[in-house]
């Protein structure tokens, strides 16, 4: 039987070059509309914070203009901003969610 050529131990010799998957960060932005109550709301519903810990980024967003919700690959932070963002228009709030490479 004819042996293969030695093509050697590819963990060692082939060493390709990999990168983790971008992260993104998924802000929300302040407006002066939307009540207090519902952006706590948002943050306990699609971002799994406690009350204590949303109700301090939401007053993080109201005082600075913008915070962090949370970092994520890309797929699930678009997934977010989407269902973030069709949920204030559902309850007819301007709150806006987006994203940003981390
Ligand atoms: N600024 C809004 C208000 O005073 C509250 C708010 C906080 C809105 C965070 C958006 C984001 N009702």
Do not use: W
Request: net charge neutral; hydrophobic share 35%.
């Amino acid at each position: 039987e004819r042996k293969q050529p030695d093509q050697g131990l590819a963990l060692e010799e082939a060493r390709p070059k990999i990168k983790p998957p971008p992260q993104y960060q998924v802000v929300l932005l302040n407006d002066d509309y939307t009540p207090m109550e519902f952006v706590v709301e948002v943050l306990e519903g699609f971002f799994g914070m406690d009350r204590e810990k949303a109700t301090r980024i939401m007053l993080h967003v109201h005082t600075r203009g913008k915070g962090v919700c949370g970092i994520y690959p890309r797929d699930i932070a678009e997934t977010k901003v989407a269902q973030v963002n069709d949920y204030s228009r559902q309850h007819k709030h301007p709150l806006l969610c987006a994203m940003e490479q981390a």
